[in-house]
């Protein structure tokens, strides 16, 4: 079989210099570009066609998801109807690496005449896009991936950075923590653990509950039918303590055949920790990772107890 690794690597070391080469070509039209879009009420609207379309909306969305209010317009689009989606408070960024595609600077005397801003994005400073923009983003590559120089390859990639580099600049500057990235997630796991409270996630029905009397028969018994891996001591409707797979092994080492004489006052961990049902689930996932144990117990203010939390019960 005939190697192609030489390929994707001769590919990956023009890339790589396309993306070096931007941190050199940066000026402070950056800046001016970031300090608009932060003094803008409106949206960040990105807008280009083919590939630089493409690039254009994968920008768009991490920008929505990450503090950035941003939708994608298509040029075509937008020139049969979709400009009335702009409003005065916007900022348009027009993608264009030639900086010469008619469908796109066919926009640009509308765009401006709405008195909306517009960041050009293209590879020739001197282009018609580069002119005719407020601010410009200079992407320029020096060589194309394909081997054709036609593809457009490392053209993309630089736009997609110069996308990424302007959205972190603008989480940076709006001091985007994860907590809200979690807000704009949350269906995705980081979106769970920091906005999911412990109430939701807490086993509650049949829990595996014993009395301090109950004897080890019977706290077998109740570990093994709640499938929790531990049995809940509770006396006098509060929680006494707790009683783990690992107490009882640690028991049954120590006691050997006298264990079975015992109760579960005399293996339990005494007044083990409890959690509020309010507790967000990453901070109760964070207790049981400081403190190597996989269950907390979550009670009440006068230590009723009201379930368990696992460090697994996102996954439920």
């Keep these: 079989m005939k190697d192609y690794i030489k390929y994707a690597k001769e590919v990956f070391t023009i890339e790589a210099k396309a993306l070096a080469d931007l941190s050199k070509q940066l ?22 066609i083919g590939k630089s379309g493409l690039v254009g909306a994968k920008i768009s969305a991490t920008l929505a998801s990450t503090g950035t209010p941003s939708m994608f317009m298509h040029p075509v689009e937008a020139f049969h109807g979709d400009l009335g989606m ?35 994005m293209s590879g020739n400073p001197q282009s018609t896009l580069a002119k005719n923009s407020n601010f410009h983003l200079n992407v320029k590559v020096y060589k194309e991936a394909c081997p054709l120089e036609l593809a457009p390859t490392s053209s993309t990639t630089a736009t997609l950075a110069m996308g990424d580099a302007l959205a972190v600049a603008l989480m940076k500057a709006r001091n985007f923590n ?45 570990m093994s039918s709640g499938r929790l891996g531990l049995a809940i001591v509770v006396d006098k409707n509060k929680v006494s303590g707790v009683i783990t797979d690992g107490d009882l092994r640690r028991a049954m080492d120590k006691h050997t055949a ?12 005494n007044k083990p920790r409890t959690i509020n049902k309010k507790m967000m689930m990453a901070e109760a996932e964070e207790v049981m990772n400081t403190n190597k144990i996989t269950s907390l117990l979550v009670a009440d203010g006068k230590g009723k107890l009201e379930g368990v939390v696992q460090i697994y019960s996102l996954n439920k």
Excluded at 30 to 44: C, E, H, I, Q, T
């Design 178 to 222: 994860p907590e809200d990235f979690a807000k704009f997630h949350p269906g995705g796991s980081l979106g769970r653990k920091l906005l999911t409270t412990v109430e939701s996630c807490m086993f509650k029905d049949n829990l595996p509950v014993i009395k301090p009397t109950d004897n080890i028969q019977q706290v077998i018994h109740t």
């Design 258 to 269: 006298k264990l079975f004489t015992l109760s579960a006052k005399d293996i339990m961990t």
């Design 27 to 48: 000026d402070n039209n950056f800046n001016k570009a970031v300090d608009a879009v932060l003094k803008s009420k409106g949206r960040l609207v990105i807008t280009g």
């Design 86 to 120: 702009l409003k005065k408070d916007d900022v348009v960024v027009a993608i264009s690496y030639s900086g010469e595609t008619e469908e796109l600077l066919k926009l640009i005397p509308y765009i401006k005449a709405a008195q909306i801003k517009v960041i050009g």
